[in-house]
């Protein structure tokens, strides 16, 4: 188990597992709660086919703490490279060729929040709460959380819930968009690992890398580049099947 | 007038187009299903007065998918004939395939896919580029290929992020799990769930309510007019 920054990272049955790990609230103390290489490292060493995010004990994250904030405000050079640092790891996090899962118990707020909407599939609890309460403080959400919520959630909906600050329930996320499964509370871990299981187990890094590109293709290309990379990867993987089928007959 | 192929079968009646995975009972899609396919939906664009296409399988399925002993075949030996004596490497074949059902999904009169049994992989594939799917209550769909360390070859993965999202695409291409005619209404997959032995005579009279000024633009407006 490694530790560094408030995080924790271990990987059980090829799944990474990384926790938010300054309870209660696992604020983040910087942007870039780990970092990008280490992690690179971590899944090309242990051939991580995917990765959960939560956070230790009741909550995924309050985010930032604000009193940190307008500390690290004071340098406003620093604060933007810090800020850019932390986007770049999350859109590293998103653009990564494995499933990611955000495991969302409690409290999903700000920055704790933006890093949950990176991943690719959010399983919450019933009781997990979401909110941008940036606005509240007169700021707006600063890594990216804005455009990536809008990409799921309504135009209204998202104006809403950034101007508003207001706090909001797994049903309303639901609806939103923002919370692709919901479990009772204490099954929240089990049940992403087991899905995480379900879509790796078995299958080669090359068709997850696959399908994870075959899906990041479809947001870029139009319907019919899309098709014409999804041939040429299909006829890659097919002929590595049939060679596999092969070499089993000759055995 | 009917049309008679060896996969599949067409037939004209009242203007709105039969068209018959005719392969039972599990309406594997075969090499010469797609060259056949290809060949009738070249065909069908000069049949002045059809009106409309419903695609379902004879017998109890639509259709298991691709026969993937055969496409790994084209791969071994890069040397198979379809029915039209062309000889067929898979990297062309799959090109020609999605061409086909982007053609078949760009004619301007309503294409319904109606489903019962099993639509599997490439059957679901064929479902996805139709304009509207109604399946019977026991419908089964999925995208198995992944378990067979593949994937959807002919516009699955775009297909099903487009109507479910992205996250669930994630997890029905990985996963590769089946699921039933409700959960696939539940992932905006299907439009319309019937007991199973009403699939295709609602489906032909939906296509006869809709074709007259059919807007292809507006498809989903239509289903409104169904109660």
């Known amino acids: 188990m490694e530790r560094s920054k408030n995080v924790e990272w271990e990987v059980k049955n090829s799944i990474g597992i990384l926790t938010l790990s300054s309870p209660p609230e696992n604020y983040l103390m910087e942007p870039e709660f780990i970092g990008i290489e280490f992690l690179q490292n971590q899944i090309r060493h242990e051939k991580v086919k995917g990765i959960i995010i939560c956070g230790a004990g009741r909550h995924f994250s309050g985010g930032a703490k604000l009193d940190d904030l307008f500390q690290m405000a004071k340098d406003r050079d620093n604060m933007t490279r810090q800020l850019e640092?932390?986007?770049?790891?999350?859109?590293?996090?998103?653009?990564?060729?494995?499933p990611v899962i955000a495991a969302i118990r409690g409290v999903c707020f700000g920055a704790g929040l933006e890093i949950a909407l990176t991943a690719h599939l959010r399983v919450c609890s019933e009781n997990a709460l979401f909110a941008f309460p940036e606005s509240n403080y007169s700021l707006i959400p600063g890594l990216g959380g804005t455009e990536r919520l809008s990409e799921k959630a309504s135009f209204p909906q998202t104006l809403k819930m950034i101007l508003k600050g207001d706090m909001i329930d797994v049903k309303e996320a639901r609806e939103m968009k923002i919370a692709?499964?919901?479990?009772?509370?204490?099954?929240?871990?089990?049940?992403?690992?087991?899905?995480?299981?379900?879509?790796?187990?078995?299958?080669?890094?090359?068709?997850?890398?696959?399908?994870?590109?075959?899906?990041?293709?479809?947001?870029?290309?139009?319907?019919?580049?899309?098709?014409?990379?999804?041939?040429?990867?299909?006829?890659?993987?097919?002929?590595?099947?049939?060679e596999r089928r092969n070499n089993n007959q000759d055995n | 007038m009917s049309l008679k192929y060896k996969t599949i079968s067409f037939e004209l009646v009242h203007d709105i187009g039969h068209l018959i995975l005719d392969q039972p009972p599990s309406n594997k899609m075969t090499i010469d299903f797609f060259s056949e396919f290809h060949h009738l939906l070249d065909g069908l664009h000069?049949?002045?007065?059809?009106?409309?296409?419903?695609?379902?399988?004879?017998?109890?399925?639509?259709?298991?998918?691709a026969d993937l002993d055969q496409l790994l075949s084209l791969v071994r030996h890069e040397s198979q004939k379809d029915s039209g004596g062309e000889t067929v490497d898979l990297s062309s074949f799959l090109e020609k395939n999605y061409k086909t059902f982007l053609s078949l999904e760009?004619?301007?009169?309503?294409?319904?896919?109606?489903?019962?049994?099993?639509?599997?992989?490439?059957?679901?594939?064929?479902?996805?580029?139709?304009?509207?799917?109604?399946?019977?209550?026991?419908?089964?769909?999925?995208?198995?290929?992944?378990?067979?360390?593949?994937?959807?070859?002919?516009?699955?993965?775009?297909?099903?992020?487009?109507?479910?999202?992205?996250s669930k695409a994630l997890e029905l291409v990985l996963h590769g799990n089946t699921f039933s005619a409700e959960d696939a209404l539940g992932f905006n997959l299907v439009d319309k769930i019937f007991p199973k032995k009403q699939v295709v005579e609602m489906a032909i009279g939906f296509a006869r309510m809709i074709t007259t000024s059919y807007n292809k633009e507006k498809a989903k407006l239509y289903l409104n007019k169904l109660l």
């Open chain 1, 180 to 242: 692709d499964y919901i479990v009772p509370d204490s099954e929240v871990l089990d049940f992403s690992f087991s899905l995480l299981i379900k879509m790796t187990e078995g299958r080669s890094l090359k068709v997850i890398h696959y399908v994870m590109l075959a899906l990041m293709n479809t947001k870029h290309l139009s319907m019919q580049e899309a098709m014409k990379e999804e041939t040429r990867m299909f006829c890659e993987l097919a002929s590595e099947e049939a």
């Open chain 2, 106 to 166: 760009a004619l301007n009169i309503p294409v319904i896919a109606a489903i019962r049994g099993v639509c599997l992989g490439s059957g679901f594939e064929l479902a996805l580029f139709c304009h509207f799917r109604f399946c019977g209550e026991d419908a089964l769909f999925g995208l198995p290929e992944s378990t067979y360390n593949l994937i959807p070859g002919i516009g699955g993965t775009s297909k099903v992020s487009v109507f479910s999202g992205k």
């Open chain 2, 46 to 65: 000069s049949m002045e007065n059809l009106k409309a296409i419903v695609i379902s399988g004879r017998g109890r399925h639509f259709s298991a998918g």
């Open chain 1, 85 to 98: 640092k932390g986007k770049a790891l999350l859109d590293y996090i998103e653009y990564l060729d494995i």
